[in-house]
């Protein structure tokens, strides 16, 4: 795909490093740019690079308190 993917140990774990918003959810029939086909895919606009904020992540979307988000945002 043309994708640079970097090495593990290079990688920030443990990090909150971004912050997107979920506009829509669609379900694609063709493969497109990162989409595979016939699975469904976020659609994200406005994001934003924020100080890494130390949070174990989880699978799926999952909110961040907003106390610790709006230390580094402000």
């Given at each position: 795909?043309?994708?640079?993917?970097p090495?593990?140990i290079?990688?920030?774990?443990?990090?909150?490093?971004?912050?997107?918003?979920?506009?829509?959810?669609?379900?694609?029939q063709?493969?497109?740019?990162?989409g595979?086909?016939?699975?469904?895919?976020?659609?994200?606009?406005?994001?934003?690079?924020?100080?890494?904020?130390?949070?174990?992540?989880?699978?799926?979307?999952?909110?961040?308190?907003d106390?610790?988000?709006?230390?580094?945002?402000?």
């Amino acid at each position: 795909m043309g994708v640079i993917i970097p090495e593990l140990i290079s990688l920030r774990r443990g990090q909150v490093i971004g912050i997107v918003t979920i506009v829509d959810c669609r379900f694609s029939q063709v493969a497109s740019g990162w989409g595979l086909p016939l699975l469904y895919h976020w659609q994200l606009e406005n994001p934003r690079e924020i100080t890494p904020i130390p949070y174990i992540g989880q699978l799926g979307i999952f909110e961040v308190p907003d106390d610790l988000v709006m230390e580094v945002v402000a």
